[in-house]
């Protein structure tokens, strides 16, 4: 089965940079979105930033200009990297595939475990 694992949590003081990761662990045959969500304490899952075919990208608006969402050329991997942090960065964050496994199969999303990113003063 397909699943999505991310690494690269943890915390670091404001103004820190880090870099999360999450890996498919199997092939898929099409993916239509990369995404990464984020859920802070008593907050609902907001999106973050999305990757679109094409390599469009869309961000939140508190982080444009410090996070970058990319891919690996295979589509397996995407990466949020992020700069600039702030406590109010703190959060799980989500990563989102939006894709089927082959050409007659349903679109399927698909959800990581969470990592947990926390910016201290």
């Known amino acids: 089965q397909v699943q999505l694992v991310e690494s690269g949590g943890g915390s670091v003081q404001a103004g820190g940079s880090l870099r999360v990761s999450c890996a498919a662990s199997?092939?898929?045959?099409?993916?239509?979105?990369m995404s990464w969500y984020r859920q802070a304490p008593g907050k609902q899952r907001e999106l973050v930033a999305s990757?679109?075919?094409?390599?469009?990208?869309n961000y939140a608006d508190s982080v444009k200009g410090r996070f970058t969402i990319s891919r690996d050329s295979g589509k397996r991997t995407v990466y949020l990297q992020m700069n600039s942090l702030k406590p109010e960065d703190t959060a799980v964050y989500y990563c989102?595939?939006?894709?089927?496994?082959?050409?007659?199969?349903?679109?399927?999303?698909?959800w990581g475990q969470g990592t947990q990113v926390t910016v201290s003063s």
């Open positions: 989102f595939y939006s894709a089927k496994l082959y050409p007659v199969g349903k679109w399927t999303d698909y």
């Open positions: 990757l679109t075919a094409g390599d469009s990208t």
């Open positions: 199997g092939s898929l045959f099409s993916i239509a979105a």
